[in-house]
């Protein structure tokens, strides 16, 4: 909760000091892309306190002065040895599609509302000396393995403190629905029976945050 304030917090200082700067400046000429311009960027998750872990790459184009296309990465890939012997495997990859659309705002602030597919696939497998799992880390289906698919409607503010460089924040809203995969599980011993979980659906409605705060650059 500390860092959702925090980031809020920081979104408001920001979006009344480039104000400010508008309105004491002399200057009208606009900070912001326009059409043909790209767009790339890093988001910063103060829940982890580092670059990337919890947020993505992202990546823009301006079709016109006030509509860009977007897509958004995501990856991580844990081959972990908990104790001797022991395999832990997981693996995520996301890719997510989208669309702005950006108001008048300022000079530097660039407001926008756009919506996003997010599209995702998971892979888990776990061995110790007396079984092989693949689809999760242990029988009871943890960390299991999936394919997810979601619509978002998103809004947020980029603000351009220099030339071709900006700040970010981003927040929304959607549905997302996960397949989860079967569970076989693989007993090494003769007297055992290897057993498989069935795999199931859900489908969830969700408020989020993307990357905390963004940092980007135009070229």
């Known amino acids: 909760m500390k860092n959702t304030l925090l980031t809020v917090a920081l979104a ?26 790209r767009t790339a960027e890093v988001g910063f ?42 395999t832990a495997v997981y693996g995520t990859i996301g890719v997510t599609p989208g669309i702005e659309r950006h108001f008048a705002g300022t000079k530097r602030l660039s407001p926008y509302m756009g919506a996003e597919l997010p599209l995702s696939y998971t892979y888990s497998k776990y061995e110790d000396e007396t079984k092989s799992i693949k689809g999760a880390f242990g029988e009871g289906g943890s960390n299991r393995a999936n394919v997810g698919v979601g619509l978002n409607a998103i809004a947020g503010i980029d603000l351009y403190l220099l030339k071709n460089f900006y700040v970010g924040f981003e927040f929304g809203a959607g549905i997302s629905y996960r397949n989860y995969q079967d569970v076989k599980v693989d007993f090494k011993e003769d007297f055992l029976e290897d057993r498989t979980i069935e795999g199931r659906n859900s489908i969830n409605f969700n408020t989020f945050t993307n990357g905390g705060l963004r940092l980007g650059f135009v070229f």
């Open 12 to 37: 408001f200082i920001a979006t009344f000091s480039a104000q400010a700067q508008d309105t004491l400046s002399t200057s009208t000429v606009s900070l912001k892309p326009v059409a043909g311009d």
């Open 45 to 86: 998750n103060f829940s982890y306190g580092t670059f990337l872990k919890g947020g993505q790459l992202a990546f823009r184009k301006f079709t016109t002065d006030t509509k860009a296309v977007r897509l958004g990465l995501s990856a991580n890939f844990n081959n972990d040895h908990p104790a001797d012997k022991v």
